[in-house]
Structure formats: C-alpha cells, structure tokens
C-alpha cells in the first residue's frame, strides 16, 4: 500500500480529538499507511531574526507513526502567501466577492514562491510511490512546482471552499497560471456539483480544453478528474462529544435559562462569507413582523474570531456589533435580549450541547463551500424532539441536505418567513426531516469522503 501524504496550509496531531475532522479523517490512512503530513508550521520569522525570503527552517515530529514536517516562513513570506493572495485574493473571489479582493503583481509572487519553496521541501521528503493529496486554495500551484521538480507522483487535490462561475475567476489578473496548475493533478476534488460545472465551464473557455467521458479534461497535454467529494463530518465523533460532561452541563444550563424561550443559534468563524449580518436583519424582521416573537426568541450568535489582521474582518465584525446594539435597543426587555452575540471561540467540547438546545440553527452563508455546523446541528438533535435547520441555499450542503428549510440569504423577507415556519413546524414533521437528514449525514460522513476520494486517486489513468 502506497504512503500518503497530506499536504495542507496547516496541520494537527491527528491523535488529538480536538485537531478537528479534517485531522480525524486523513489521521486513520495516515497512521495506518505510515503516513507524512507537510504544511506551515504557524511560526512567523523576522527579517530581523533571520527570515529570508523563499525560505524556511524545516522541524520533524511523531504523532504515531505519522511524521509531521512543517515549514515556517518569515513574515515577508506569510503576509504575501497567507495573508495576500489567500485571504486578499483567493477567499474572496471564491466567494464571489470581486468588490473585496486586493489584487497585487507583488503577494501573487509571493504566493507561488512559497509554494515553489513548500514544493522543494517537499520533493526531499517524497518516495516514489507516496500517494500526495494537496488541500485548499494556499496550495493551488503545488502539484505544478513538484512536477517541474520531476515529480511523477499521483497528485489529488482537493478545493474546500466553492469553485466560483468563469467569469468570476477570469477577473483574476493573470488567471492563465491558475488553470495551469490545476492541469497538474491527476484528480481535483469539489464539494458540490455546482463547482464541478463552473470547472467545466472555466477549463473548457478559457483553456480549450477537452471534455472526456468519466469527469476527464484534457488540456496542457495532461489529463485531470474533476468530481463533486462532498465531505461530512465524523458523526460517531460528534455524538460521543454530546455525551461528554461538558456538553450535557452546557444543554442543561441552556434548557434552564430558556425554558420559556425559544432559542435559535448561529455558530461561525467571522467571516464576511458567513452570511451574519444578514442574518442579523432577517431576525429583526421576524421580531418585526411576528409579535408573538418577542420577549421569547433568542438567538446566540458564537462568532469566532478570525484572520483579524485582513481589514475586511475589521469591517464585518464592527457592522455585526452595531447590528447587535440595534437589535438589541430596539427589541430588548428588562428580562430578554433578542440577540447574544459571542465573539470567542467555544470549546469544541461545548458545542454538541448548544447545537442540541437550539430550536433552530440559522445557518445561512452567503456562499460556502460546504458548511459542516449544518451538519453537525443535525447529528446533535434529540431524535425524539428535533430542531430545524435552516439552510442557505448557497452552502455546498444545500446539495446534499433537501430536508433543511432552504432559504436564500439576501431574501431578509423571505427568511425571517422561513425561520418562523421553523420555529412553528409541528412535531411530526420535525421528526421526518430530521430522520432524513441523518440519515445522509450518516451515510455521506468524513470516512465516506477519504475513501471515495483516495479510492477514485489510486484509479486515475496516469498520463
Ligand atoms: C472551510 C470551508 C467547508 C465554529 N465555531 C467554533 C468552532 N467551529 C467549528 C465548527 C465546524 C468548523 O469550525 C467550521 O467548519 P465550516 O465548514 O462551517 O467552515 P470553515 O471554517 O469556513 O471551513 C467550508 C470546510 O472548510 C470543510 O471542508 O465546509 O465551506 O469554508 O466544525 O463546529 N469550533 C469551536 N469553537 C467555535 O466557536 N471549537
């Protein structure tokens, strides 16, 4: 059996529960194959401490008999890679947000130099026939820069935020590189089929490709598989996390402090992609248009901080807390506030009780790749007496989850109806939805998507 190598932005001991799904789920192949996981190590280097540009000092560890190799790069380095063509660049054109990318000549240079310099390193870890799968948009022009290094590796990757129109990734200066690179992997995985259509769309107009029956594109004189891998979540994980003292004593103290409310709950990285304060508005407009309503729904909004140095964060988190302080005077008793916004991160440990307290889950990114607190609401959810997801119709799980109430986001109207039909929807039909959507939670979780995708890798036809 091949060694596989996970390359990602960053890494964690996949022994470690809190590491997250993405570790729990390549952690398995990684131990059992011996595995490599290559990625920044987070450490940043001052110039004035010997950070040079284009390099980094390379640190081993064991996690089991995973072997993790980071890289640390100087600041030169990550605010070009990581904080300018990633977040400035990358996110937000994925995310369809033309109006908030920051392109420069300069952190696009940057961005391939530290991918050249990741490849390199990478190149003295490889055998020749270690499996590689690359993830995520810091690392596009991975499998180019190791195959101009002689690579002749079966290369996947796979794309975790949405893929978006051709139009959209046309309006990068200098796009042509980027399609490029993807022409150098043997399989790229989407989360949705929607990208798998803006992928055919974009490689079959802008590079003259060739469409070839089984996912198959033929450009560059390489041929790459493009499918829809929508990933899950590990839902055995997540219910033992429920059972955990943390979780129960945060569902007891929450199901005590509402008894006589109705609680609705957002849980989200802040981030401009997430949709909250639409959500913000529409949950105004419910207290607006639904009396009954007020003095009774509570939405917990958990935002987690995050990228606080990119100033469209700045922006979003200062719009969100004035939208807060609105809702808040405005609709707010002596005894009720409408909204209780957090901007920390909760334990992970927590987090299965506040999904299972809540009546509903506001889930309703303006664009996302796929969106795993839907699913992790679901798997939290008393079977007997469910809650209701509320979904955006522009999250990747919007494919896969048709029993969620499914709403469009810029639609305050339109939603603020769907949330009160949620918080009105009898008992039996919460039941049906829930059983549903669990049901392909289940069958389409974390393992599901390692091995669909590394078996569809190990089946490519390598050119
Ligand atoms: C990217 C894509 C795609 C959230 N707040 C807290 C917390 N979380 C956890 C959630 C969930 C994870 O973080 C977030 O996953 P998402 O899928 O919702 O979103 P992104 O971080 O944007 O992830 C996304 C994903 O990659 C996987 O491919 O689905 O579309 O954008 O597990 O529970 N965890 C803790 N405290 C919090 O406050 N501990």
Redesign the pocket.
């Known amino acids: 059996m091949s060694r596989l190598v996970v390359v990602s932005n960053r890494l964690a001991d996949p022994r470690k529960p809190a590491a ?3 570790a729990v789920a390549l952690g398995e192949t990684l131990h059992r194959t011996g595995g490599l996981w290559f990625g920044w190590s987070g450490k940043i280097v001052e110039t004035a401490d010997g950070g040079t540009p284009g390099e980094g000092a390379v640190n081993e560890h064991r996690a089991g008999e995973v072997k993790l190799v980071t890289v640390d790069l100087c600041r030169e380095d990550h605010d070009g890679y990581y904080l300018g063509y990633s977040n400035r660049v990358l996110w937000p054109v994925f995310h369809y947000r033309l109006d908030l990318a920051v392109f420069s000549p300069e952190s696009l240079a940057t961005y391939q130099r530290v991918n050249r310099m990741f490849a390199r390193k990478l190149m003295d870890q490889l055998k020749d026939d270690d499996v590689v799968w690359v993830h995520d948009y810091h690392l596009i022009p991975l499998a180019a820069e190791l195959r101009a290094m002689g690579s002749r590796h079966r290369i996947g990757f796979f794309l ?2 949405p893929l978006p129109p051709q139009q959209i990734l046309a309006a990068i200066p200098g796009h042509e590189w980027f399609i490029r690179s993807l022409f150098s992997y043997d399989l790229i995985g989407f ?1 949705s089929e929607t990208d798998v259509i803006h992928f055919e769309r974009y490689v079959l107009a802008e590079a003259g490709a060739e469409a070839l029956p089984g996912g198959r594109y033929r450009a560059f004189k390489h041929t790459v598989v493009a499918r829809a891998f929508p ?1 899950g ?1 590990d839902v055995d994980e997540f219910i033992e996390l429920g059972r955990g003292k943390e979780s129960t004593d945060n569902y007891n103290m929450l199901v005590e402090e509402y008894a006589k409310r109705r609680l609705l709950i957002g ?3 802040l ?1 401009y ?1 997430k949709g909250l304060p639409h959500r913000l508005r529409a949950f105004k407009e419910l207290l607006q248009k639904y009396p009954e309503n007020r003095d009774s729904a509570t939405l917990i909004q ?1 935002a ?1 901080p995050s990228r606080e140095d990119v100033d469209a964060y700045i922006d979003i988190r200062h719009e969100l807390e004035s939208l807060c302080g609105e809702i808040n005077g405005d609709y707010g008793e002596l005894d009720w506030m409408p909204v209780r916004y957090i901007h ?5 440990k927590r ?1 299965p009780g506040l999904c299972r307290a809540g009546r509903v889950a506001l889930i309703t990114p303006l664009r ?6 839907a699913k ?1 609401f679901v798997v939290a959810q008393d079977p007997a007496d469910p809650g209701v997801l509320v979904l955006s119709r522009f999250a ?1 799980a919007a494919e896969q989850l048709r029993d969620a109430l499914l709403v469009n986001p810029y639609d305050i109207q339109g939603t603020a109806d769907i949330i009160q039909r949620a918080l009105r929807m009898p008992l039996e039909e919460r039941v049906m939805r829930h059983q549903r959507l669990l049901a392909t939670i289940r069958t389409y979780d974390v393992h599901w998507w390692r091995k669909e995708f590394l078996a569809a890798l190990d089946s490519v036809d390598v050119d």
């Open positions: 997250g799904g993405l975790h935020i989360q990933i979540i849980i989200d990285r981030d992609s958990i987690s920390r991160t909760m334990a992970r987090l996302d790749g796929m969106n795993l607190v992790e990747g």
